[in-house]
């Protein structure tokens, strides 16, 4: 889907609006000159101007007034400040709010946003580089093709999935932080390797190697992990040690402990 002719606007232009911006115009689904960027951080303005030639500006408020579509990229805790200061002109139609917020609901963004449409979504980091998955949930003033738009968005970065809201918290837990917990294992993983022997370099150049591959065979593969997990233990071998370790260690109660943590913690976010 190309929208060259709408405005698209981005309050907030730190790691994950950049994300967004960058692979939006890569693939032509936005031209440069109808993209707006807000930051207060000139650093901000002038890498996001200069590399991809969009309009920047310190105020939010123009970034309210010119775009049809606006993807906010705020820190949640930052939410407060920025819509008190914001006013919003009536609008023949309703104008779509995508926010990517960890924790803040639907209702509260409509509260803040009067009279917008608002979608909440939750992406990760590998959207940086196209490999990213982002869940979605959209409100009840969200037109068929405003939730198109919004997927068409978000399919930019990488696969979408629609949830219902209920579930947004959740999926911030597992798929949101989750890129946080795989980069903890593989610098683990290396430091395993560097414990044997290897030198760091190539140790770490494994631990990525298998981590990237084992997904790719996963999902390419359709195969279920244990299955997996199965494929590559041979009897009295090596890999049955090292899990029998891991086992010891607790690391599947340590993972479902972390999304559950991060689960309470998204919450948290959303009554602040
Ligand atoms: N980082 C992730 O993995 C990830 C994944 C999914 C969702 N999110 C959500 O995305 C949002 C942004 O996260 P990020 O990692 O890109 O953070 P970030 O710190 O890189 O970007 C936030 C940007 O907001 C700007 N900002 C601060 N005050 C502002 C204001 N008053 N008006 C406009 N802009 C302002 C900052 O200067 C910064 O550039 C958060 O709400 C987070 O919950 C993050």
């Not at 609901?105 to 509260?111: K, N, V, Y």
């Not at 917990?181 to 370099?201: F, K, N, Q, S, T």
């Not at 631990?207 to 591959?213: E, K, M, N, Q, S």
Request: charged share 15%; net charge negative; aromatic share 4%.
């Amino acid at each position: 889907m190309v929208m060259p002719e709408a405005t698209f606007g981005v309050i907030g232009g730190g790691m994950m609006g950049e994300a967004l911006i960058t692979r939006l115009l890569d693939q032509g689904v936005f031209v440069p000159e109808a993209v707006i960027v807000s930051d207060p951080q000139a650093a901000r303005r002038e890498i996001l101007h200069h590399t991809y030639g969009v309009q920047t500006t310190a105020e939010n408020q123009a970034v309210i007034d010119a775009a049809e579509t606006v993807l906010l990229a705020i820190k949640p805790q930052m939410l407060e400040a920025v819509a008190e200061n914001l006013r919003f002109p009536e609008r023949e139609k309703p104008p779509l709010l995508l926010s990517i917020l960890a924790g803040v609901t639907l209702a509260r963004l409509e509260q803040e946003f009067l009279g917008w449409a608002v979608v909440r979504a939750m992406p990760n980091t590998p959207a940086t580089v196209g490999a990213g998955v982002t869940a979605l949930a959209a409100g009840e003033a969200v037109s068929t093709a405003q939730r198109e738009q919004a997927c068409a968005i978000f399919a930019s970065v990488g696969t979408v999935v629609e949830v219902p809201e209920s579930q947004m918290d959740a999926v911030t837990a597992l798929s949101g932080s989750g890129p946080g917990y795989i980069a903890l294992v593989v610098e683990a993983l290396a430091d395993g390797g560097v414990a044997v022997g290897l030198p760091r370099a190539i140790a770490l150049e494994l631990a990525i190697a298998t981590v990237r591959g084992t997904g790719e065979l996963l999902h390419q593969g359709d195969l279920h992990p244990a299955v997996l997990k199965d494929r590559v233990t041979s009897p009295g071998g090596t890999t049955i040690a090292g899990i029998a370790a891991l086992e010891a260690g607790g690391l599947r109660s340590a993972l479902i402990e972390a999304v559950r943590s991060a689960y309470l913690r998204s919450k948290e976010l959303g009554q602040s």
